[in-house]
């Protein structure tokens, strides 16, 4: 039982390049969504997702998109990258109906975009 | 004003002292409430959930007061391992479907 699976680990990429982060999990969670960590900040929200084909815009949105194509898999896609988007992602998924369970979280992704 | 304010930190303690965390939400929608653990370039890691009636796990106690919209947690006789920022985190009953957290407080343990 893996968990939340996250990949790549490290990435950089030049202002302007696209990439996709995957997040996968192989617990069958309704929820997934996605954060970003930056210093002093705390975990934001960028867009989550209640179940496959449902997804929806989080606190900081832009210059990000989703999508849910199965359960398991939630990518996070970056469009057109940008130095502000250097940041720790990270994905988290819980059950459906289980509101005091917790999310369980990846590993993370640390990105620098230059 | 954020929707989950906690203590700025850092805390540097003695191994052994007793160390209580305050955190306060904004959002009276909010349904479940959290305390997670996140050590340096790790992810967040659930510590416990808190409950109106207060929970104990071992040596950790959360507390939630619904009326003061207030989340505390409390550790007795810290050790070196519990060094690490610990987050608070609500989860609304209506609207978005994921957690809001607090920027977390730094706690460091001393020998």
């Known amino acids: 039982n893996a968990g939340v699976t996250q990949t790549p680990k490290f990435q950089v990429l030049k202002t302007g390049q696209s990439m996709t982060l995957q997040c996968a999990q192989d617990?069958?969670?309704?929820?997934m969504s996605w954060y970003r960590q930056d210093p002093g900040m705390g975990l934001r929200l960028i867009h989550y997702?209640?179940?496959?084909?449902?997804?929806d815009q989080g606190e900081v949105p832009n210059g990000y998109n989703v999508s849910r194509s199965t359960t398991e898999d939630f990518p996070l896609r970056l469009l057109s990258a940008a130095p502000s988007q250097t940041s720790v992602y990270f994905c988290?998924?819980?059950?459906?109906?289980?509101?005091?369970?917790?999310?369980?979280f990846g590993s993370g992704t640390r990105l620098t975009v230059v | 004003r954020k929707e989950v304010e906690q203590d700025p930190g850092p805390f540097n303690v003695p191994e052994g002292a007793t160390v209580a965390f305050n955190c306060t939400y904004s959002n009276s929608a909010s349904q479940s409430f959290f305390w997670y653990r996140q050590d340096c370039r790790k992810e967040p890691k659930l510590l416990m959930s808190?409950?109106?009636s207060g929970n104990e796990d071992g040596r950790f106690t959360a507390q939630l007061n619904r009326a003061s919209q207030y989340i505390s947690l409390l550790i007795r006789d810290s050790k070196l391992s519990d060094s690490a920022t610990y987050l608070c985190?609500?989860?609304?009953?209506?609207?978005?479907?994921?957690?809001?957290f607090g920027s977390g407080t730094r706690l460091q343990v001393q020998p």
């Open positions: 988290a998924s819980r059950p459906e109906g289980q509101a005091n369970y917790g999310y369980t």
């Open positions: 997702s209640v179940g496959a084909g449902i997804t």
């Open positions: 617990m069958n969670h309704e929820y």
């Open positions: 808190v409950y109106s």
């Open positions: 985190v609500v989860n609304k009953k209506t609207g978005r479907r994921a957690l809001t």
